[in-house]
């Protein structure tokens, strides 16, 4: 059933998949503070909520997100303390990033500044031949405003490439934006909306309990030492052999069945 966020942002759950469209094509869903509020509220409730399984953000036909509109910015204050600037730090704007479920951007069309930072913290990232992306920061005076292009985006595609994008601010194509590894698959425009619809099943059939946990360690790898990330590990391993989960995925695989999983 289709929910009407705000005049621009709908949002739609049908068999376990959370659907979170942007529909403002004349100014190439560009997001106002009302539009990324709605967007922000919509993921955190669909992360909480346990009949949804993945989400899928996207834009309506021939667009995802430019980006922040600019005639909506915020002017920042001269005497303005960074250290008071807690929205920045907090996790406010990480909210694709801490989703505890998957997400699949489903990208068509060009892909700009809060927009694609948006995308960077998506799990997955799939787009037409129509898409292009550009972090254009530093070609208006900044670096990423939420911090995605500078601390995953290495991560996704590796320093030297995330340094060419962020350095130049260019715009590369679809095409490109695969072979360097920011786009799991280009496909047909026709074919988005299903291949979107088809992975976010995909990636989420498994055991909820366990798939949050794994997505947690994931997420962590980079940033804590091996024995670090080991003791965390085992603690989540020790977590999921205690789980209801665990004990379906074994009778299911003894009996020949597929696993009925409740995420417990």
């Known amino acids: 059933m289709r929910e009407q966020l705000t005049e621009h942002v709908h949002h739609d759950v049908t068999d376990g998949i959370a659907t979170i469209t942007l529909d403002r094509p004349g100014r190439r869903n560009a997001l106002t503070y009302e539009m990324l509020d709605a967007v922000r509220e919509a993921v955190l409730r669909d992360g909480a909520d346990p009949e949804v399984e993945a989400i899928v953000f996207a834009?309506?036909?021939?667009?995802?997100?430019?980006?922040?509109?600019?005639?909506a910015l915020h002017e920042v204050a001269a005497d303005a303390d960074p250290l008071e600037r807690t929205s920045h730090t907090d996790g406010t704007q990480w909210f694709w990033a801490d989703?505890?479920?998957?997400?699949?951007?489903?990208?068509?069309?060009?892909?700009?500044?809060?927009?694609?930072e948006m995308a960077t913290m998506c799990d997955f990232r799939i787009a037409t031949p129509r898409a292009r992306f550009s972090w254009v920061f530093v070609q208006r005076g900044l670096v990423p405003d939420a911090g995605a292009g500078t601390w995953l985006l290495p991560q996704i595609v590796g320093l030297q490439q995330a340094k060419r994008l962020l350095y130049t601010g260019e715009f590369i194509d679809a095409a490109e934006a695969e072979r360097i590894g920011f786009l799991l698959e280009v496909v047909p425009p026709v074919d988005l909306t299903g291949r979107a619809r088809e992975l976010a099943a995909q990636v989420s059939s498994g055991s909820p309990y366990a798939l949050t946990r794994v997505?947690?360690?994931?997420?962590?790898?980079y940033t804590k030492p091996r024995a670090q990330h080991l003791a965390d590990n085992v603690v989540a391993l020790t977590e999921c052999q205690q789980s209801e989960d665990h004990r379906e995925g074994v009778a299911a695989f003894l009996e020949k069945r597929p696993a009925v999983f409740r995420g417990r």
Not at 59 to 71: I, M, N, Y
Not at 99 to 116: L, N, Q, R
Not at 215 to 221: F, G, H, Q, Y
């Open 59 to 71: 834009g309506v036909p021939g667009s995802f997100c430019a980006g922040t509109d600019l005639t």
């Open 99 to 116: 989703c505890p479920k998957p997400t699949i951007a489903a990208i068509d069309g060009p892909v700009a500044g809060f927009g694609v």
């Open 215 to 221: 997505k947690a360690l994931l997420d962590s790898s």
